[in-house]
């Protein structure tokens, strides 16, 4: 039988986008995606400053819910220092959330489902925490892979596990965020691709069929929403913590 | 039919899934794999300054604002509340001090009423005494005169009676201390 060959992955691969300008500067698909992002955000913010009313209309109340959430996870998470980061958390998790959300969009491309990508977000995050801990504790900060309240003779096995995980983190970070996103686009096109197999394979009994892989995308798409915003939100309260341990070392 | 499907269904997921075999992601061959991350640090780095320096502070201004605003009208929502209450308290003791003085004003008006009532009593009282004293003299007086005026007429009708018994006039020493004892028996009996 010969069905039409589906390559779930081919909505992964890079292309050189803004046309011929793209080609020469290197400026990919992804790029796209990301300068969609960031110019959505900075959108959304100048809409929601238009009015500056005392009670907000609906994108005013989304910026200020935005504010008040990322405000609130860094104050709740590092303490008052965190104020300083706050603009930081809230760049990344702006952009890693709009990646996200416009990922979910049929043509537009998912920057956030590229290991690369999550991997350079997760190496800054990893380098500018450690950074923060030595500028804040000096050599002190290395204090941070001894555990308190353990016998001694327990340290030469636990500072190589403390340091292991420490050095893990920029790996976990990554790659769930990137396996997350990766997975879900995955998973529709795979489903979407049944819809034309059992057409073309079964016909008109095929064409019937292919309304449960059909509800399936559809529940999918809902849980790829819930997704798109606990990733942001994982990726970006995991850097607060993160800086909580530089700011705090414990 | 259905061993059919089923098998087809078996067979397309992971050919559907890895039809190329590679994943574009891995693809470190390609330069715009490793050029999307540059790329991505310009772009947030500007959206960076664009938050920190415009987006995030006014966002804080308005919010700061808008919490000046309640903190204010709280404030003046108190102080108008503290204002009513003294106002009530004040009406409560102008309304006691009313009532005391209605009152003593009520007891003064009763008192002089008493006072003026007791002082009409007296002086009804003695005005009667003084007309009863009055009366009763003029009774004595009246009695007195009657007494006197009796004695002549006794003193004459004695003598008449006892010239027609006796055919002789008696003397008026012998007469007048008898008639004297008589009429004060009769007066006094």
């Known amino acids: 039988m010969a069905g039409p060959t589906i390559n779930a992955l081919e909505q992964f691969s890079l292309t050189p986008g803004l046309g011929g300008l793209g080609k020469a500067i290197d400026f990919s698909n992804s790029n796209e995606a990301m300068l969609a992002a960031a110019v959505i955000i900075a959108l959304i913010f100048g809409l929601g400053l238009k009015a500056r009313a005392l009670v907000p209309g609906r994108t005013q109340a989304l910026v200020e819910l935005l504010y008040e959430f990322v405000r609130n996870m860094c104050v709740d998470t590092i303490g008052e220092e965190g104020l300083r980061f706050f603009p930081l958390v809230f760049t990344i998790f702006s952009f890693i959330l709009l990646g996200n959300l416009i990922g979910l969009f049929p043509y537009f491309f998912a920057f956030t489902s590229h290991i690369a990508v999550t991997l350079a977000l997760a190496l800054f995050v990893f380098v500018f925490s450690t950074g923060v801990g030595f500028y804040t504790h000096g050599f002190k900060f290395f204090t941070f892979f001894v555990p308190s309240g353990v016998p001694g003779w327990l340290l030469p096995l636990l500072v190589p596990i403390e340091i292991i995980s420490y050095l893990s983190r920029p790996v976990s970070l990554s790659v769930r965020l990137f396996a997350n996103m990766t997975a879900g686009h995955v998973m529709w096109e795979v489903f979407a691709g049944f819809m034309l197999l059992l057409t073309a394979s079964f016909g008109i009994f095929g064409a019937f069929a292919s309304v449960v892989p059909l509800g399936l995308n559809v529940a999918l798409a809902a849980l790829e929403l819930l997704v798109a915003g606990l990733q942001a939100y994982v990726f970006a309260i995991l850097t607060c913590l993160y800086l909580h341990d530089a700011v705090h070392m414990h | ?189």
């Open chain 2, 1 to 189: 039919m259905r061993k059919l499907t089923t098998a087809v269904l078996l067979s397309i997921l992971p050919s559907a899934a890895l039809a190329e075999g590679t994943m574009p992601q891995m693809d470190f061959t390609n330069p715009l794999t490793l050029d999307q991350v540059g790329w991505m640090a310009v772009i947030m780095v500007v959206l960076y300054l664009v938050l920190s320096r415009w987006g995030l502070p006014q966002i804080g201004k308005v919010i700061e604002s808008r919490a000046d605003v309640i903190a204010k009208d709280l404030a003046a929502a108190r102080a108008a509340k503290i204002e009513a209450d003294t106002a009530v308290a004040q009406l409560n003791a102008a309304l006691v001090a009313a009532r005391a003085a209605a009152q003593g004003e009520v007891a003064r008006a009763v008192a002089e009423a008493k006072a003026k009532a007791t002082a009409d009593a007296a002086a009804l009282n003695a005005q009667l005494d003084a007309k009863l004293a009055a009366a009763e003299a003029q009774i004595e007086a009246a009695r007195a005169s009657a007494l006197a005026a009796i004695k002549p007429v006794a003193a004459e009708a004695a003598g008449a009676i006892l010239l027609k018994l006796t055919g002789s006039l008696p003397g008026e020493d012998v007469l007048a201390p008898n008639l004297d004892a008589a009429l004060l028996a009769r007066s006094g009996g």
